[in-house]
Structures are given as structure tokens and as C-alpha cells.
């Protein structure tokens, strides 16, 4: 296909009478099922077959002669052959190697050595699929200075396959890993990424208890607020919250405001206002200045986090094969020779890799590759890196606040090695770290010493405090050491916060500085999930001239049947401390059954817990109000050896504009009442609308003048009076499918294309346009001229050239129109023809009207 002429791609579809028009999904079913119907009767009165010419190249086909009213001349093999395609632009998803990494408008052009129509891809769309153009380039099969020009997959790149599938617009592309691009795994071109549209909303929590006991009634309430404005590529905002009750003042606090935007060339974010240092190295401080600091979500999937290098060799064309914990990571085709993977994304923190070498000859060579993960550790050759500078502004009232900076930055020195290092200054104060994180065989360690220099009146202070973390997998005997933390820190170490407390008091304290911290996270799986789950959670603290704390918890869940159990332990203990009132031990049992056998039945519980001074029981019931609610209740009863018994209920409810939860409890000489409502209000150019609780990425859908229109996999999302619909959360960076629910519609709506991508910049408010029309559906007997019917495979069109339907083997066409009196045009071989239609009052009872449609000649 080389030889083509160019073609240029992102015009909008063509809808002359000289230009093809794409072709329905749901054509060929309707051909189908006329053909299944009307085979008696092209049988009977068909005339003596005509024979179409053939192409070897040519799958199977049909002859059209067949079909009773399809003359000789009309071409219906395009229509008839499975997954074909009529020439013209389309848009449709593109795959490559069953990963979707896009949507573009692209030429289907007639090959001219088959006769078949196929989908031209140039240099852009090979560059998408992550193919490795400067290989392809330097054999001299891809020319730069020539981007429009058509390639044949198959014939650049040996074993590669491109396939159309025309029931859900996708073209397919397969390609060897070989031939593959490194790093694209996950990628997103950063020409995608939308900033959105100017919007404004307000993201709202609020709370109100109203109490009655002995002492007489209170109320009190609490709004949380996050506000958000977006102009351009700027995002400003703001969290806050408003607290008031019975006997006390109102409070309002705003915890902060800051405006950010993305430095793309960086993959990073610079920040401006109230904001909060990083947590890599230092303890995270709030102050008001900028920061810069990376953004792992800009990076490819197979640039994120951390992984090791899979490296091997291969003896054939052999298939590669990555599992953690017994699911494939990735799998691809390596060529005879070395190999090196390193765009795999693992699914977890931890788990070793099992690699699996399948050759051609079926000979499979499996080996073990170490993983362990911890959240200073990048991948060979990445930086992860932060830098803030402002001045120290905490939410405690009469602290100093001195002016300071700091940053960290890591680096991959190699695929088992990252580096970190950090610093911090202010006046009087200097900290200095240093680490390095390896990934070995028994896990991931990371080990990092910080340093610090501190002066307050004259009285000078130097400490240092290490840092060893530690985190496994043990896939063999399923246990999983999430975290394993140890801490300590001389008697003259200080944080910036411990500066700048005693900066305030003006004396050294050590009242609040911890000496030795050290945390114990274990989870157990037994007999793989059969008997259960075990986990234990351990953590001990030191400080410096007085005592510590000491907590642990240990517990165990599992299921018989429907029935679910679980059973803890928690103890708490002061350490040097003469006061044991905070010293307990809680001891929990909980039980849960269904109470029936449908999917959304009641569900049964009982929980029983037994602590200091105190034991308590309760028992109840939650479950939906029907099958398809979206509104949940939860009844219960308890008893308790201090309060004796007690009672509440809870209705909560998800509706398109907020989450509602009303609740009543009732116990001995108390009665209580509550209200939570969560939810958001966004302003934008199409109006206000009402939504659920957003996150700090969402999407925005319109469908003009359409309400009720619902959004699949988000419960209770549907638009509202204005066509428009908050949809609460969108992954940034990358591609996000939103899809509308139609199965409700009815049949006097019409979607033209339910289902569209967004790649949304981090706090972007991305608006997803869908076009959708309202009209009467239609089903059209067509007569010309002579009263005859008009021919299979005839196109109708309205007075605007665009296509309605296509006429069925009887001359029929079913079509959705908006106008109720209107004109359209009639086209089949080289003919035409128009007519008018005027339709009576409707009738919302029938799925669809009936309407004989005669035309008279037009000139051609």
C-alpha cells in the first residue's frame, strides 16, 4: 500500500453525495435477519442470476441476484462480507497488541492489488501503535519527510497483523515485541492530555447531630468544604471547614489555598499558597510558598513506581511470560538472541516474579526474579524529586515562622539500586540526608541517615537519626511483610518542627521528641485462602526523658459457605508511665449471614466486644430497600454493661445530586439524631448542576437537551435539566472510557456514539460531548415514481445530506427523524429522488410509525 496516494486524516466524516457514509454497526444483524426472511421470496421471484465477477483476494461472498429487488449493478458485498468496510475517513479505536492507545479519524482506502478496502496507516499512526520507528527508519522502510503516506503493516514488519473489527470500531493492531518501542507501555502522548474546560464547583461535607439526654438538648454541626476553580491550565484550591454547636462559638478555618499547574517538560508540578512539603526523606511540614515537585502519574505505567530489569536469553521466536502471584503481568514474543524487559508494571509492592520462557518447540525454562518494592525506590535511570521554599506557617497558633527550603530527589542508579538524598535549611537550622534502597532476593531494604545542626538562644544542638525500612513477600508460604519500620534518633537530633517549637517556647525541649520508633505490619494467607486470613500489627515508641506507647493488634477472618467471621485482638499500654488509665485490651467477635439466597439479600449480624469497664453486644440487619435500589437501610440493637440497651437505624440513599445518610439512635436517658449529606455543585458554561461527592480529577458529560441520560458503572450518575452530568472521578493521565447507559432511552432517542475517551490533565474538569437527538422512529415504505418499491440497499438521507437508514430487501427503511413534516432524499444505483412527509399527532404507545413515502424524479 506504499504506492498510495496521501491521505490526510482528521477530517470530519463526508457527507456528499460522491462520499461513502460509514456503515452502521448493526447493519449487517438487520441484512441478516432480512435475508432470513426473505429467502422464499428472492427465490421465487428472482430472475436468472446474473454472475459477479470474482477476486481470488476476496473472502467469501455472496450473489446479491438472490436478493429479491437488488439489481445487478448495486455492490452489497462491502455491506455482506463480515468485518468489511466501505471506502471512506472513520473514526475508530485503535489497538496495538490489545492495548487501546487511541481514537483517531482514519482513511479506509481500496487496495488496488486486492480490491479490498483497508485502513491506511501513515507515520503518525505507526508512531502510536509504539512501534520502534528509528528501527524501520534506518532499514529504509518508513520516510519522515513523506508523514502521510500509506504503509502496509504486515509488509513492514514480519508477523505483524492489522484487523478491522466493524461491529465496534476497533482496528487491531498486532505487533512482535521485537519490533516494539521500549517504555510505551502505559503511554500516553502528552498532546492528549486535556486541561478541560473553565469551571468552578465545591466539593461539601456537612454533618449535623441534634442529642437529647439528662442535661438537656444539643446540636452540633460541621461543614467541610474543598473549592476548586479552573481558568486555562490553572487550578486554584482551597479546603476549609465551618464547625458550630450548642454552647460554643463558630469556628470557620481554611487548612489551605494554593494554585498549581503542570510543568510538563518536567512531568512535575509547581505549587504556589498554602501548601505541604513531601514526606520522602523529611516530615512534612505546612507552609505558605512554592514547591516543584514530580508527578509519577505524567510517566508511563512502565516508567512508574519501581520494577527490576527481566533480562534472558532466547534459543527461538519465543513467547515471554511474567506472573506475581500467579497473574500475568506481561507477555510478548522475543526473537532468537538476548532479551531485556523493563516496561513491566508490577501490581503490587511486593511478590516475586516468575518469569517463564516458552520456546518454539514448546520447551518452557521458568526462573524466579526477585521484587520487592518501597516507596523511595524508582526505576533504573528515573528521578523522583521535590523542592519546596517558603515559610513555615503551621495551623498552632503563636509559632514562629521562619523562612527555609528543602528538597529531595531519587535516582535508579540501576535496576536493584536507588539512590535519595534531601536537605533542609532555615536560620540557625540545617538537616542533611542521605539513603539508598535495594532490591534483593529476601526483600527490599532502604536504609537513609539524616543529620542535623540546630542553634536556639544561643544554645547549640546536633543529632543524627536513622532510618532502616524493609518489605517482602513471601510467595511460598503466603506471607507478606507490608512494612517493617525502624527509627532512631540521638538525644540532639531535631526536625524542622522540633526547631521551630523550641524557636517559639525558647528552650530546648525534649519532651515531644521521639528516641526510638519502631512499626511491625505482617498479613498471613492460610492454606491459600482456604483457611483464612491472619494479620498482625505491632508498634512500639520511645521519646527522649520520658516514656513511650505501645500498641498491638492481631486478628483473624474467614468464611464458611455464605457466612463470614472474623475475630481481633487490640492492646494498648503506656510505657514509664505511673497513669495505666490508657492502658486496655479489646477483644472482638463478629459474625455475618445472608438472609436468603438472591444476590442483594439482608444481610445478619452480630458483633460481640469485650474491653476495660466494659463489654458490649450488638445485633442487626442492613440491605437494600429492592434489587435495583440504590437506597440501603441498617437496623440494630445492642446492649451494653455501662449504658444497658440501645437501639438506632439508618437510611442512606445515592441519588444523582449527593449522597444522603439519615439517622436515629435511642439508648437509656439518650436520643439522637443525625444527617450527613455529601455531594458537589460545578459551574461551567453549560450552567450549575448538582453531583455526587467529585474527586480531584472528574469529568463533565453532555448530551444537549437530553436529561436522564445515565452513565454506566457509575451508580445513580445521570444528566440532569441542562443535558449535562457530573461524573465524581477520572484517572489523570491517562486514557478514561466513558460510556453512556442507553438500555433505558427508549426508542424516540438516539445516541450517535454512546462511548468516548478523555485523558485529563491532574485537577482538570474535562467535558465528554456526546451528540444525541430526540425525534419520532420511523419505519418508511419507499415507492418511486411508479409506485414501485425502491430497491435494496437504497440510501435515505434528510434535506442536510446525512444518511437516516438503508432499505431493506422490501423496500423498507426504519429511521429515527426529528421533524414531524419534513423532505428526504431517496438514492440507490445512480438515481434519486425526493419526497416529503407529513407524520399525524404521535402515539407514545407504539415503539415505532409506519409512513408510505413516494417520491418524484430529481435530476441527478
Known sequence: MSNRPNHSLGRSRRTSAENHQPVPSGIPNRLALAITLAVPAMVLGAETPVVQPTDEAQVESFN??????????????????????LPGNYRVDLYSNQVIVGRRDIDFVRNPQTGIVEACLNYDLLHLLGIDMAKLIEQGKLHPEAPETCYDLPTLIDQATLRYDSTRLRLLASVPQVAMARGMRGYVDPALWDSGVTAAFVNYQFNTNRNRDGFGRQVS????????????AWRLRNESNYRTGTGRPSQFTSNRTYLQHDVTPL???FSVGEIYSDTDLFDSVRYRGI????????KADSERGYAPVIRGVAETNATVEI????????SATV????????????TGSNGDLEVTIIEADGRRRVTKQAFSSLPTMVREGQVKYSASAGEFNSNSDGLETPKFVSGTVAYGVSSNLTGIAGAQVTQDFNAVSLGAGRNTSIGAFSVDMTHSSSRVKGLSAQGNSLRALYAKTFTGTDTSFTLAAYRYSTEGYRTLSDHVLELSEGIQSQSSRSKVRTDLTVNQTLGGRKYGNLYINASDERYWNRGGSRSFSAGYSNGWRDVSYSFSVTQTKDIGSTNSSNDDTQVNLSVSFPLGSRPRSPRAYLTTTSQKHSDNTQVGVNGYLSEDSDTSYSLQGGNSSNSGNSASASLNSRTSIADITLGYSKGRDYTSENLNVSGSLVAHGGGINLGQPV???????????????GISNYTGVSTGYNGYAVVPNAQPYRVNWITLDTRNLGGDIEIENATQQVVPRRGAVVLARYAGKKGRRVQFELLDDQGKPIPFGASLEDSDGKQLAISDPSGRALALVEK?????VIKWESKQCMASYALAPQDKTINYERYRLACRPEAN
Not at 446479491?64 to 468496510?85: C, I, M, W, Y
Not at 454541626?221 to 474543598?226: E, I, K, Q
Not at 414531524?820 to 428526504?824: G, I, L, M, W
Open 267 to 269: 512531568r512535575g508540578q
Open 335 to 346: 526473537p532468537p538472541g538476548p532479551f531485556e524487559i523493563s516496561d513491566i508494571y508490577p
Open 323 to 330: 506472573r506475581q502471584n500467579d497473574y500475568i503481568l506481561y
Open 695 to 709: 474527586g480531584e480529577t472528574f469529568t463533565l458529560v453532555e448530551v444537549p437537551d437530553i436529561s436522564g441520560v
Open 820 to 824: 414531524d413534516e419534513s423532505t428526504v
Open 291 to 298: 514547591k516543584l515537585a514530580s508527578d509519577e502519574g505524567m
Open 64 to 85: 446479491t441476484t438472490f436478493l429479491k429487488g437488488a439489481p445487478s449493478s448495486v455492490d452489497l458485498q462491502l455491506l455482506l462480507r463480515e468485518n468489511s468496510v
Open 221 to 232: 454541626s460541621n461543614l467541610s468544604l474543598r473549592n476548586g476553580i479552573n481558568l486555562g
